[in-house]
Every structure is written in structure tokens, then in C-alpha cells.
């Protein structure tokens, strides 16, 4: 088993700036990727940004140039430093791990990003 915990989220004004972090423990495998996902009230949960222990990253088309993911690998943390935040940024954000050997998926219970115009 994989737990994931967040922390970081909060009330934020338009054009300010957030960063999130995940810690994950327990059985974790050396071939994994790490992500950030979030939903919006009345949306689907959508990815926000991802990145393999490799450093390989993916990021939706609406945080490109404003969000930046990584990791630390021997922590088995990930981060996503939001800058220029925009009221649409609002949403729950979850942390997620896809263990690749087994294709396991795990999720973080969640935390509340806030941007206010």
C-alpha cells in the first residue's frame, strides 16, 4: 500500500502564487510517475501536470508557463509551484503516484486551492 499526503493549498488573490507538496510512503516502486490532478465544483477531474523519477514531465495547456512540477526522489515528494494564478486555477487538487509494475493508482485525499479575483 501507497499513502500519499498533501499539503500547501490555500486562499490566494489573483496573480499570486501557491506550492503544493506530496509525500508518499509505504510500498513504493522504483518505476513510477507522480502527478497532480484537480477538480473543479460540477467538472470532471482533469491532470494538471505529472513527472516520472526520470524527471520527464506532462503539463495540461492551461498551466503551461505557469505551473512547474518536480520531485525529490529520495523523499519521494512532489511538488507543483503555481505562480500567476487565475480564478479558474480554483479546484481541489489531489496528488496521485501509477506504481508502472503493477499499474496501481493511488490519490491523496485532496487540498483546496482558492483564488479570488
Known amino acids: 500500500q501507497v499513502q500519499l499526503v498533501e499539503s500547501g493549498g490555500g486562499l490566494v488573490q489573483a496573480g499570486g502564487s501557491l506550492r503544493l507538496s506530496c509525500a508518499a510512503s509505504?510500498?513504493?516502486?522504483?518505476?513510477?510517475?507522480m502527478g497532480w490532478y484537480r477538480q473543479a465544483p460540477g467538472k470532471q477531474r482533469e491532470l494538471v501536470a505529472s513527472?516520472?523519477?526520470?524527471?520527464?514531465?506532462n503539463y495540461a495547456d492551461s498551466v503551461k508557463d505557469r505551473f512547474t512540477i518536480s520531485r525529490d526522489n529520495a523523499k519521494n515528494t512532489v511538488y507543483l509551484q503555481m505562480n500567476s494564478l487565475k480564478p479558474e486555477d480554483t479546484a481541489v487538487y489531489y496528488c496521485?503516484?501509477?506504481?508502472?509494475?503493477?499499474?496501481?493508482?493511488?490519490w491523496g485525499q485532496g487540498t483546496q486551492v482558492t483564488v479570488s479575483s
Open positions: 496521485n503516484l501509477i506504481q508502472f509494475v503493477t499499474n496501481d493508482r493511488y
Open positions: 509505504g510500498s513504493i516502486s522504483s518505476l513510477n510517475v
Open positions: 513527472i516520472t523519477r526520470g524527471g520527464s514531465t
